[in-house]
């Protein structure tokens, strides 16, 4: 399985709930005191999460043949 980050690079996905957790885990990090990348950080974590669970989703609708 792959998706694309918002740089455009394809990652291949071995482990989907395994991939999933992590990416759950970083969606939410920041430093502390606040990082001034710590908006895009978050933002680009997210939108791994985010495509992982649309991913999980659509392997959830395939239907065995």
Do not use: T
């Not at 990082?35 to 959830?60: F, M, P, S, T």
Request: proline content about 5%; overall charge negative.
């Amino acid at each position: 399985m792959k998706i694309i980050d918002l740089n455009g690079f394809q990652i291949v996905v071995d482990d989907l709930e395994k991939a999933i957790e992590q990416a759950g885990n970083f969606k939410d990090m920041h430093y502390v005191p606040p990082h001034e990348n710590d908006k895009y950080r978050q933002h680009y974590w997210r939108d791994i999460y985010e495509k992982l669970v649309k991913l999980k989703e659509q392997a959830g609708n395939l239907k065995p043949q």
